[in-house]
């Protein structure tokens, strides 16, 4: 693993020698293999790669100035470089050139060099400056949006976990309003054993509540575990069927998703039947979708009743999670109402959504 020291290091070196390999193939009648060609060309390349994190370090230094006072500074600054890199380039050609014998003593002192490689010096020097600062807006948004992006996630589980929290009190209002039921009628054991098999819903519950995505498989059996509670309460006039392949076991749905369209179904349908009533579950992979229908024996007009939280709890979570990729549509068939449920193939509970 490359230490960040050395990584932001070779980050400046790397541009730079590509810089010079660019630069060296546009002069193809030097010959790169002459020492007076390479002491006369290769020092520029090698002061800038020395002097580029230190100015880097200085330009974040001066985001804590005020906009227009960092302006002023960085343009001081840039021309401050541009001298600063003539002279360090002049130093070191008047300096070998002298000790080498090529240069007189008495050019040592013209440091400064010609107008050409001062203004050249210093327009490489705000160019660098100004490619500092995209890097940092660059940054900055990113940041940016990784912390709108963090938000909107947090948002959208709060949100979901609320949802999900509707779920719990508005079942158990109706599941101890049917246990007080087959109380008042002296049914004291189907009260006891349905008191029993609500407890076994609860700690399933609990298990999963924390989690927005579990396995199909899961949420069918914690559907059963409901409708054994409604099958006691309605003893032979309620009828359960199932309908789910291996392959539709195996894909993750949001939790408790049909908990509430199953008991939307025996609100609005089952209860004001006075015959035998059905609840059909079926699932299905079509066009690239999961697709769950749940049957039941009643009217469309019932089931999309105004009052409960069932179905506008579902219609919103689906919307929360999956952003209009999931749809629930409710439909009048023979002899009852069918709940389409429309879900994303997913594989696991890892998911973008």
């Known amino acids: ?13 790397v541009p730079w020698l590509l810089f010079l390999i660019v630069d060296l193939i546009k002069k193809p009648n030097q010959n790169i293999g002459d020492t007076f060609f390479l002491w006369y060309y290769l020092p520029g390349y090698a002061i800038w790669m020395a002097i580029t994190i230190p100015i880097y370090r200085i330009f974040v230094w001066s985001e804590r100035l005020f906009p227009w006072k960092r302006i002023v500074f960085l343009v001081v600054f840039g021309l401050f470089v541009g001298v600063f890199k003539v002279i360090l380039t002049q130093s070191f050609y008047l300096g070998t050139g002298v000790f080498l014998g090529k240069i007189p003593i008495s050019s040592f002192f013209q440091l400064i060099g010609g107008t050409f490689y001062l203004a050249e010096a210093t327009i490489i020097s705000w160019v660098m400056l100004i490619i500092f600062y995209v890097i940092e807006i660059s940054r900055k948004y990113q940041d940016q949006s990784l912390e709108t992006s963090k938000l909107e996630s947090a948002l959208t589980q709060a949100n979901l976990q609320a949802l999900k929290m509707q779920i719990r009190p508005h079942f158990l209002f109706n599941a101890h309003n049917a246990i007080a039921t087959l109380m008042r009628s002296d049914k004291n054991d189907e009260a006891l054993e349905m008191l029993l098999k609500l407890s076994d819903l609860l700690r399933t519950s609990l298990n999963t509540f924390d989690r927005q995505l579990i396995s199909m498989d899961q949420e069918i059996a914690f559907a059963k575990k409901y409708l054994d509670i409604e099958m006691t309460r309605f003893e032979d006039r309620l009828e359960v069927e199932f309908e789910v392949g291996k392959e539709e076991e195996n894909l993750y749905v949001p939790v408790f998703i049909l908990q509430p369209l199953i008991e939307n179904g025996i609100i609005h349908g089952v209860n004001k039947n006075l015959g035998l009533s059905k609840i059909k579950v079926c699932a299905s992979i079509e066009d690239d979708s999961l697709v769950i229908r749940i ?19 579902v219609r919103s979570r689906l919307e929360t999670l999956f952003k209009g990729d999931a749809s629930l549509v409710l439909t009048e068939v023979e002899n009852g109402v069918q709940a389409s449920l429309t879900l994303p193939l997913l594989k696991s509970a890892k998911t973008d959504y």
Request: glycine share 10%.
């Open 295 to 313: 049957f039941n024996t009643g009217n469309l007009a019932s089931n999309e009743s105004s009052s409960g939280i069932g179905l506008p709890n």
């Open 1 to 13: 693993m490359i230490k960040p020291r050395l990584k932001s290091s070779l980050q400046v070196v």
